[in-house]
């Protein structure tokens, strides 16, 4: 058997978090035939379909490490992270030589170095690999990663990546994934808060908002963020970015973080970290982001 067959063969993949892009992952995974095994927890989607389709289910972290060659790790931030890996029953209490980690939530790179050193002590392989794009894709198989980490492991975990990603990109070393997921999340939902901004000011000033929205597509507002906040303008649907307030708000925490310890100008985060807090204050974290338009009205 050839090293690609090798690479090529199922695995054994446990799962971490089956939230709203973790169920995606997770099916696409079971579909091209890898063994999985998920964490029960009482923030998962339903995982019954899953289970029907071949994966299995263990109720601890330390279970799920010791019988698995990869762990993926879906979860909301760095505290849980930390917590899956670094806790009293955590992975790291029976991970195995050689195991490779995938970190793909949302994290602070300080805190991702941290892990990775503590995966490489127990004899274990890190790479993070945040993603950009919605449920949508990773149900579909398409989403983006961002890679921090040694490339031949990458390079070693291509064929499972591929079950559910589009586009693999290599930033560069450990933490670079999630640093440049922390600057994408800054760039795209700092342009969707400036549009909700300016979408309130234009309804105070008389503008329609079919008027609002064909200008800007016609000029320089025109792009994706646009497109994501133009269902919530013109029908009041928030589907087209399922991206909740306080996970936003939490990003944009890290992104500031990240940026004041690097010494770099961080005035617009703050502001958009700003605008946040007020929608979280007035609706509640679990709206969506795109309920800021009200928020600000």
Avoid: W
């Amino acid at each position: 058997m050839t090293s690609t067959e090798q690479q090529q063969a199922p695995r054994k993949v446990g799962l971490v978090g089956v939230g709203l892009m973790g169920h995606g992952i997770a099916s696409n995974i079971v579909k091209h035939g890898h063994q999985l095994t998920v964490l029960e927890h009482a923030g998962n989607q339903p995982i019954d379909g899953l289970l029907k389709a071949g994966a299995t289910s263990v109720k601890d972290v330390a279970t799920l490490a010791a019988q698995v060659d990869v762990l993926i790790l879906c979860v909301t931030g760095t505290p849980q992270v930390e917590a899956v890996m670094l806790g009293d029953n955590g992975a790291l209490t029976t991970l195995r030589p050689g195991t490779v980690v995938i970190d793909c939530s949302t994290a602070v790179p300080a805190s991702t170095a941290k892990v990775a050193e503590a995966v490489s002590a127990k004899g274990g392989k890190f790479i993070d690999a945040p993603m950009t794009r919605t449920a949508k894709e990773a149900a579909e198989g398409r989403l983006n990663l961002l890679v921090g980490g040694d490339e031949q492991v990458l390079a070693s975990c291509l064929p499972l990546l591929r079950c559910f990603a589009e586009n693999v990109t290599h930033v560069g070393g450990i933490g670079a994934g999630h640093a440049m997921k922390l600057l994408h999340n800054f760039v795209s939902l700092g342009t969707v808060a400036l549009l909700c901004e300016a979408a309130a000011c234009a309804e105070r000033a008389g503008v329609r908002p079919d008027v609002f929205v064909d200008v800007l597509a016609k000029g320089g507002g025109n792009g994706v963020a646009l497109e994501r906040v133009k269902p919530k303008l013109l029908t009041g649907s928030t589907d087209s970015l399922k991206f909740s307030m306080a996970n936003a708000k939490k990003d944009l925490g890290y992104y500031n973080d990240m940026a004041q310890q690097s010494s770099s100008s961080h005035g617009i985060a703050q502001a958009v970290d700003a605008l946040l807090t007020h929608g979280v204050e007035k609706f509640g974290g679990d709206r969506m982001v795109l309920d800021l338009v009200e928020a600000l009205r």
